[in-house]
């Protein structure tokens, strides 16, 4: 049995830490779906009975295009009223189903764009806001663009690495991705078109690479006196996001269909004001670690990275929330909020660590002597 190396030679057999580690990576991806499941058993509430009433003889024009094809999908009609409540559960089994698998991208596009200890604090955030908690049960159009965001951000994290492995194999794959990512954001703003400004992300990666290039491009021809213009590198760095921004464009033109209203639920934050006061603190702290790191590497990288992208799509969607009142559904801006909380409380785990233990290595001399 392969042992794990651990401080002072005490390690704990590798397959037992993978195991370990797998066990703790499903849980913080259930934690969400287990808190919103808590609540499955509460009494059918009103929009609840009209949702699964309006399958079948009547028509079901006043959702948007995605949520409505899913509903159609997901819950037969109901001709009896005896079978109300049944299909309100199972309305429930589907969106808890819809904040699995949005658990799951959650996890998946910041563990690619930071690490798997960021990925936990952002599942662990999801789970405890107030929106998640209170209407995640909830078979509602903002589940669905929550999830369509998520996968646009999942796979629009991976556009990166498409680029620089583009030299090599090709721009086919670079291209398949920015327009899957594009079309995903454009599902979500079809979802919820009155919280539209999630079409934003592709629009301002795109715009913020764009300024990047062409720093690198005037350099280079100013540096060669305009005899050398970099065409190629600029094309391949900004094409993609440009690409992805147009097909979120373009596609949300075709699928929005009027402005169906906002769901009722619960804010971004407790009601409880020390509680609501944490929450702003660790946002406001994430935003200030996160942002100047992300300054430098911008300043410094030819590339729009994964971080960068992940940056700038929780912040267009914790600004959904500016255009919403009280009691109105802030689901679609709770993992934007919840990320910058994570990262705020990354930043304090960080701070207290060197603050108790010092810097590396320090008490790994200390223990030598």
Known sequence: ????????GYGLPADVVGFAGLAAVLLVILLPVLVAGASIDRPATESERALVSSIGEQPTEGLPGPF????????????????????????????LG????????????????????????????????????VEGATLRPEALALL?????CAVLVSLPAQQRASRQRG???????????????????????????????????????????SRGFLRTATRTRFRVLPFRSFRRRTGPLALAAVTTLVAAL???????????????????????????ALLF??????????????????????????????AILAATSWSLQDGDDHSLAAPGVGMFSAYGVGV??????????????????????
């Open 1 to 8: 049995m392969t042992r794990a190396v651990g401080p002072r």
């Open 68 to 95: 409505r094809s899913f509903v159609e999908l997901w819950l037969d009609p109901v001709d009896d009223l005896s079978k109300v409540e049944g299909a309100v559960t199972r309305s429930r089994f589907g969106a």
């Open 98 to 133: 819809l904040l699995l698998v949005t658990s799951i991208l959650t996890f998946a596009s910041t563990a690619q764009a930071l690490s798997r200890g960021f990925a936990a604090l952002a599942c662990l955030a999801l789970a405890l806001s107030p929106a998640i908690q």
């Open 148 to 152: 369509f965001a998520q996968l646009g």
């Open 171 to 213: 721009p086919l794959g670079a291209v398949l991705t920015a327009i899957s990512a594009g079309a995903c954001y454009a599902l979500c703003v079809a979802s919820v078109p009155r919280q539209a400004v999630s079409f934003g992300v592709p629009v301002t990666c795109a715009l913020f690479a764009v300024l990047r290039a």
């Open 254 to 280: 075709g699928f929005l269909r009027g402005e169906p209203p906002i769901s009722r639920g619960a804010g971004l934050f407790p009601s409880y004001f020390a509680l609501e006061f944490l929450g702003r």
């Open 285 to 314: 702290v994430g935003l200030l670690g996160w942002l100047p790191g992300l300054l430098r590497q911008w300043l410094r990288s030819s590339y729009f990275s994964a971080a960068h992208i992940l940056f700038v799509h929780s």
């Open 348 to 369: 304090l785990i960080y701070l207290i660590g060197r603050t108790t233990i010092g810097r590396p290595g320090e008490s790994i001399a200390a223990d030598s002597d």
